[in-house]
């Protein structure tokens, strides 16, 4: 059975998708086939002549679904607000009276076991949950139309590196799942959507997530004001946060902010002691690893407390053109087409025009030529900074 997530990581930089409650309808639209790489709608399989027999149950992809509502407007999230019961509709209605509120989506939320993985993910309603997604992710008919009609879909980082192919059947808590899309919400904790009704056989608990968009209201007083009517143990995190601008004061990084010779050089060791080792989607070593995996644990043996996933070792130093890249920077792409502005990949700088990281799944640990394709730009890792993410 899944466990309620208790705790998501807040993002910097990011979108998120939210939803609503699922209700049956007997209707089925079909929106016409799309061949991109986030999904490629079902193809309508015609019935074969077979002798009379006793009727069978239908399979999941060809029951009756849901049509999914063409995309309207979008809705910016700012808070993702998780509790440890269903929310009330007295509470709902308490957080909608907040001043600055626009819209509210409900959702599923739990940790669950796909191919072997454990992946946080969100049941929703398609039909809404589009709406707060990245605009190329919310506009794809046929990627909500897939989810509707039973498919699970996954991050790009959890689909491209983790090997989770389109269309390929993976075992889950219930049974097999089809992966139909893949669809990065930007929100670094959920890496899978499914609908209400597959949800419910998953075993997801019901409406414990809650999704606020506010896109003209300091996030972190509304996350206070909100917070304080709902139960305590209840926790909210800043989604693409509305926040007073910054004093224009140039940030002072003194020579001392930065990782010594010696720091540098146990990373660099611990990192290159682990070549040809395999990559695996959310490892950390010490024997596999994914690419901010890797990160994390050859810094932590130089000392060096790195947060865990990509968008947030993005933010643990001052940005360096790649011209002035040294061994132990940090490299950073971006390679989502679901969402182009998320940060999916990172790799430590060698020297000499290489880097070495684990690049994904079917490949080991290595060091090859730095890519400049999706280049998102080069960090050099403060300790004192990285120690600050979460």
Sequence with gaps: ??????????????DVLLLAQFQESPAVVRAEPEKTLMAQQRPQQQPQQQPQQQPQQQPPSARTVQPVAPLDKLHKPNLFVL??????????????KVRGVRALELADAASVTLDGKRVQTLAVDPSTFRAFTPKVTAASDALWQNVAAGDVAVSFVLGNDGGLSLHRQVAGPAGPLRIGAYATTGFGAVDAVVSKDVGRTLGLPHDNALIVSAPKTNSAKLRDRILAKLPKGTQAVMVNPVLPPPQKVKQNWPAGSFMTGEQLTAALK????KLGRPYVWGAEGPDTFDCSGLVQWAFAQ???????????QWVTGPQVSLSQAQPGDLLFWRNDPTNPAYISHVAIYWGDGKMLHAPRTGDVVKIVPVSRRNLAGVVRVSPAAASRVR
């Design 1 to 14: 059975m899944p466990f309620i997530v208790v705790a998501l990581v807040a993002v910097l930089t990011a």
């Design 302 to 312: 130089a000392g060096v407390r790195m947060p865990r996933v990509t968008h947030q």
């Design 270 to 273: 611990a990192a290159v002691s």
């Design 83 to 96: 509790s440890r019961k269903p929310f009330t509709r007295q509470q709902l209605e308490k957080v909608a």
